[in-house]
């Protein structure tokens, strides 16, 4: 099984160096960019939003709003589903992928599709959770069959 690496920092993110992870770290923060079997990826943005005049969380809730690069390095296409690939967890929680929390993307694209080999993709899976959550926690598997995952956390600032 192969383990993810941490490659690098995504440029807007200047405060962290561009050390590699040691081994025993298995988990990665918003910026960090992480590569596993032929692809690489990062959590770009966490945004948060109250919603909308005609959709909006739950009492007490809010939106989170989590955007990804994914970078197809490999030979072989890659399949990308913010059902299948993803998984996520609100304060050690699971939490399901929102349509609703999706509607308040904007202009940005879903987190679902095709890539080609040496291509890219850019986009956002949504959840709803609790205003006051700590950190949420968001596996990334590239390729189901293999069980390896990317974990990234993220904290509410």
Known sequence: VSEPTLVGTAPANN?????????A?????LGEVVALDGVTVSLISVDKSKGSQFNKPADGNEFVLCEFEISNNSKEELSVSSMLSFEAYCDD????????????????DQLDGSVAPGKKMK?????????DWNTIEI????????????VFIATNE
């Open 15 to 23: 405060s962290e160096t561009n050390a590699p992870t040691s081994p």
């Open 25 to 29: 770290e298995k988990t990665f923060k």
């Open 93 to 108: 929680y699971a939490c399901e992928y929102s349509i609703s929390a999706l509607m308040e993307k904007g202009s940005k």
């Open 123 to 131: 986009g956002v899976i949504g959840y709803e959770v609790s205003k």
């Open 139 to 150: 596996q990334y598997t590239p390729d189901i069959w293999s069980g390896s995952k990317i």
